[in-house]
């Protein structure tokens, strides 16, 4: 019988992080090199963790009818959306440059 080794726990792992990140059809270990990824990852994941938040609260607000507080949290949550978004684009358009070859201009952009 052979053990199941350190490469069924990675693919575990990578499972977790696909799961984490939705439908991700290349995640940052591909370009593990490149900090613009790491960097777009990291605000990517915060937006998402700050727009699931919002939600939660707004739907709270919602259930104790507290209509100021619907009307703030549904600007912010709102906002928090349209940050995820962005972002989720800026990833897809710098993923885009790294296929196309043109990752060496882009990383040379502030050391
Ligand atoms: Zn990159």
Redesign the pocket.
Known sequence: MRALGPFYRERVGVSFATMAGSSLESCTCM?AS?K??HELWRQYSLATVTHIQLADRLRFAALQNDLDLIETLTVETEGAEKTRTELRESIRQ?EKS?KNGM?QAASQSQG
């Open positions: 370009y490149c613009e990824c710098h790294h990752f």
